[in-house]
């Protein structure tokens, strides 16, 4: 059974009553269960929207989403879900542990219950225990923390979490990283979005990319691997000078480095290349992949969502 899915998912919002912001459009998307799912895009791309429209806080102009299999319109969709808001925030008077107490009564746990929670995952996400500090005098990166521990305390199977990683710092982001592959371990399902590409590479199975409201990839990283993949830069030793100089002239990007030579070569080029150099008693030295970064990656999708946006 699919973990969530949307079809033909779409967010117009209204503003002043005139002005309309298309803030996400026709998103069909499938995550499976047990999978560590990033949604990854740039500010105002349309995640928090997707992530409200999954949690039924606000409705779709389009489409429609489940979750476990329920319409997110059913109450019961959000039984086994747990979710992570992009700004938590609580009363500043209760402790952690009170909040903690306080959302398994809501998701009717018993008390032995909720006390074996609560000291399990308010240790293991590094926060304090003690009745004297309550949320208020909470930093940033503590209530972030706070807002994990509430969104998993009743052990759900599907997890939504709006940029968990933001405000962390690096062992906080290490913790919430862990955490996920804990879950997925244990067979959850995450779903999280981000706008930082480090988060997605350490953890995800799979990605989709999301800009101006509308998902641009969807897949596994090792599909965006092969998609970065442009060419090999071939390592030759012994080259001859004239031999460089034809390279160049046939449009080969050559780079002469001390003894060597490196050269930019196609996939499809690559055979023919390697066995005229190698006839011609040159030294192959090495063939590496050349391929671009997941960054350089991302980027195209913003700068063409960025260029169709100056031509509507
Ligand atoms: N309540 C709202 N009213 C009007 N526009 C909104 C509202 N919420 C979000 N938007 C707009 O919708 C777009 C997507 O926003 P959002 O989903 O919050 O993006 P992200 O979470 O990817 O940063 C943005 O252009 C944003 O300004
Ligand atoms: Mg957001």
């Known amino acids: 059974m699919t973990a969530i899915q949307t079809s033909g998912l779409g967010k117009v919002y209204t503003k002043r009553l005139t002005r309309k912001v298309v803030a996400l459009k026709d998103l069909n998307l499938e995550v499976e269960r047990g999978e560590i799912f990033g949604f990854l895009g740039p500010n105002g791309a349309g995640k928090s929207t997707t992530i409200k429209l999954l949690m039924n806080l606000i409705r779709p102009t389009t489409g429609d989403a489940k979750i476990l299999g329920i319409p997110v319109t059913e109450a019961s969709s959000r039984k086994k879900l747990g979710y992570l808001p992009e700004e938590p925030n609580y009363y500043g008077y209760v402790t952690a542990k009170e909040l903690l107490e306080m959302v398994g009564r809501i998701h009717g746990l018993s008390g032995p219950e909720i006390e074996k929670q609560s000291t399990e995952i308010l240790s293991f996400l590094d926060l304090p225990f003690e009745k004297r500090r309550t949320i208020a005098g909470f930093s940033k990166g503590m209530v972030q923390r706070v807002g994990l521990a509430q969104a998993i305390f ?86 001859q000078p004239e031999q460089v100089r034809n390279l160049k002239a ?63």
């Open 154 to 239: 009743h052990d759900p199977e599907v997890v939504v979490l709006d940029e968990p990683m933001s405000g962390l710092d690096p062992p906080g982001r290490k913790l919430v990283a862990d955490l996920m592959l804990r879950m997925r371990d244990q067979g959850k399902t995450i779903f999280f979005s981000t706008h930082i590409l480090h988060d997605v590479e350490v953890v995800c199975d799979r990605i989709g990319i999301i800009t101006g409201g509308q998902l641009r990839f969807c897949g596994t990283l090792a599909e965006v691997i092969s998609e970065t993949f442009s060419s090999y830069e071939v390592v030759l030793r012994k080259v």
């Open 250 to 312: 046939k449009g080969f990007a050559a780079k002469t480095f001390e003894d060597n030579v490196k050269v930019d070569v196609s996939k499809e080029d690559l055979p023919s290349f390697v066995d005229a150099f190698v006839q011609h008693g040159t030294e192959l030295v090495a063939i590496e992949p050349k391929r671009f970064t997941l960054e350089d990656f991302f980027m195209g999708f913003i700068d063409s969502a960025e260029a169709s946006s100056r031509r509507t």
